[in-house]
């Protein structure tokens, strides 16, 4: 560029535009002209003062705009700045008469659009400049704060935006301040009407799978309680099913634009994947949207570490964290860079990158060891067990299936059991008197779920070694939920990768007293491992006491007794169970 274009830029950067209409006569000329004798797109980025924040120098096709400071903080706000920019007409100047191309129907293209949206400019304004560099039309957009009901396409959604007709660029009449100031009073009433569960940070829960749209809700709605228990409120869904994953993006321009909006509209700094998001997804989310972007298993580590209380569940949650963040740490800055070269440490020296790995896993390496020693203490317990002959029934199944209300139960206990999920993170253990003289274990441990993180899975393994010494496993199921199978199905998997499909079991259909009266049970469950280790089924309600009395009778039957070890006298009033 020549000196007088460079000075001419920064001269538009030190005036002051006017909120009515966006600009002045003459500011619009300078600025088409500018643009016009450039030979490219020019670009003004606008405070709520008037004063111009960036000056933006793109090609004759269109824009770049930079990565932007943070949003401003706060509830239905929009960033704060408007863009006014310039298109250039096609065609040549000719004396008096001016040879220009065809006129398009709107001036402000999708890729505009998209800019206004991903970066919540209070409003996106162009003008459109002829061959001879003077302005010849205007047309503006702003936000939604809701698309406008009954308005579709078609089948298609309305647009999340207004794009106001396009006119001369004279004739603008436009109070830009009230109009922002009437957007942000609309998303701040929209949010105090929203129906939201809970009062914590907001969240947008996304499905993207191959999956049928069935098993795509019932992901959601158990992402949605797992958002609940971490003390979330769900402000929106949005589901895509696609034919195979993009294992770079997730999510097409198209949904991304979708997902922002929904977003801007719930007033969610949060989005939630239910699937586990490699680095590079995660990364490349995080570019296209300011707002945080975690996947399923992140939020199931918070959880953990929200209710870990031992010393023990701690490590372990840690040691999961750690491991889940080592291969998704991504250095941010260079400035850092080759900590430990320079004079007496001659080489290329270390990175700062390089130097938080380092200590991630030296971290991961003394986590392991104290591990090493709270499983040797744990080892030295379950031998005690042994000399005294007492044999261990340990309670498994999904989360949140009534395990520790069942403890409760059985063995007068107080243990926490609440109707969240993950209530149990330390396993518990009860010495249960039976009729008959018999006595045991009861040992109540973590709950499962779905794809389950295999960083939760190892770092778990020294509680869940508990489950090999048992001789029987009671599997708990909420029989109440529409997802029994499901869950079924999801223990056994886990329990198979753990090698204790073996075990003998029982599978115990708990929270009878909330199955809808008539329906059917189901006879066969997809099993995996089950034929073999499967010694029946039982019917409790752990909170009504209903079917207890049977379930002490089948577990005396199926546990393998030492004769020689110690009894316990007989029952407590025919009761079935004693503390």
């Known amino acids: 560029m020549k000196p007088s274009q460079i000075r001419a830029l920064e001269r538009l950067g030190q005036r002051r535009y ?83 191309g065809p006129l398009p129907e709107d001036l402000l293209s999708r890729e505009d659009l998209m800019d206004l949206l991903f970066l919540r400019l209070d409003s996106l304004s162009v003008l459109l400049v002829d061959p001879a560099g003077e302005p010849r039309l205007f047309q503006q957009a702003h936000i939604l704060p809701h ?50 569960i809970g009062s914590g940070e907001r969240c947008i829960l996304v499905s993207v799978s191959t999956q049928p749209k069935a098993a795509q809700e019932s992901g959601l709605a158990e992402l949605a309680e797992l958002a609940r228990t971490a003390g979330l409120a769900v402000a929106g869904r ?128 003394r986590i392991k060891s104290e591990l090493n020693g709270l499983r040797g203490h744990r080892s ?11 044999p261990v029934v340990s309670l498994v199944g999904y989360t949140n299936a009534g395990k520790s209300t069942l403890l409760n139960a059985m063995s007068n206990s107080d243990v926490l059991a609440e109707n969240r999920l993950f209530a149990t993170l330390d396993p518990t253990s009860r010495r249960l008197r039976l009729p008959e003289e018999r006595e045991l274990i009861l040992t109540d441990t973590v709950g499962f779920i779905r794809s389950l993180p295999k960083e ?54 708990n929270k009878i007293d909330r199955r809808p009266a008539g329906e059917a049970w189901p006879e066969h469950l997809p099993q995996l491992n089950y034929d073999e280790a499967l010694k029946g089924v039982v019917h409790v309600s752990a909170l009504t006491g209903e079917g207890l009395e049977a379930l002490g009778r089948r577990i005396i039957q199926l546990v393998d007794w030492r004769d020689d070890g110690p009894g316990c006298g007989p029952g407590n009033g025919g009761s079935a169970f004693q503390a």
Do not use: C
């Not at 298609?156 to 603008?172: C, G, I, Q, R």
């Not at 430990?340 to 990175?351: F, L, N, R, S, V």
């Open 18 to 100: 006017p909120a009515a209409g966006g600009f002045s006569l003459e500011q619009a000329r300078e600025l088409s002209a500018l643009s016009r004798s450039l030979g490219r797109q020019v670009g003004l980025l606008i405070d709520r003062q008037g004063y111009v924040f960036l000056v933006l120098l793109g090609d004759p096709g269109g824009i770049l705009i930079p990565e932007l400071p943070r949003a401003r903080e706060g509830l239905g706000r929009l960033r704060g700045l408007r863009l006014l920019h310039t298109h250039l007409e096609s065609g040549q100047p000719d004396g008096a008469r001016r040879k220009i």
């Open 147 to 196: 698309a406008p009901e009954g308005e579709a396409r078609g089948s298609e959604p309305a647009e999340p935006y207004m794009l106001h007709p396009v006119t001369a660029w004279d004739k603008v009449d436009v109070d830009l301040a009230a109009q922002t100031g009437a957007l942000e009073e609309e998303l701040a009433r929209s949010l105090d009407g929203s129906a939201l």
């Open 238 to 365: 949005l589901m895509q099913r696609v034919q195979r994953l993009d294992y770079n993006h997730i999510l097409g321009q198209g949904k991304l634009l979708e997902l922002e909006v929904l977003a801007l509209q719930g007033q969610a700094d949060l989005l939630i994947f239910d699937l586990e998001l490699s680095p590079a997804q995660l990364r490349n989310l995080a570019e296209a949207s300011e707002r945080r972007v975690i996947d399923r298993t992140q939020l199931i580590l918070d959880i953990f570490a929200q209710r870990a209380i031992s010393r023990a569940g701690k490590l372990q949650v840690e040691l999961a964290q750690l491991q889940y963040r080592l291969p998704r740490l991504v250095g941010r800055s260079k400035a850092l860079d080759r900590l430990a070269g320079g004079i007496g440490g001659k080489g290329p020296g270390e990175t700062k990158l390089e130097t938080d790995r380092r200590r991630l896993r030296e971290r991961i390496t």
């Open 380 to 390: 030295n317990i379950r031998s005690r067990r042994a000399k005294a002959r007492l």
């Open 456 to 509: 939760l899975l190892e770092a778990f393994r020294a509680t869940l070694e508990e489950l090999e010494e048992s001789d029987l496993l009671l599997h708990v199921v909420d029989s109440a939920s529409p997802e029994l199978e499901q869950q079924v199905q999801a223990v056994d998997k886990i329990l198979e990768s753990l090698d204790l499909q073996n075990i003998p079991r029982l599978l115990v259909y």
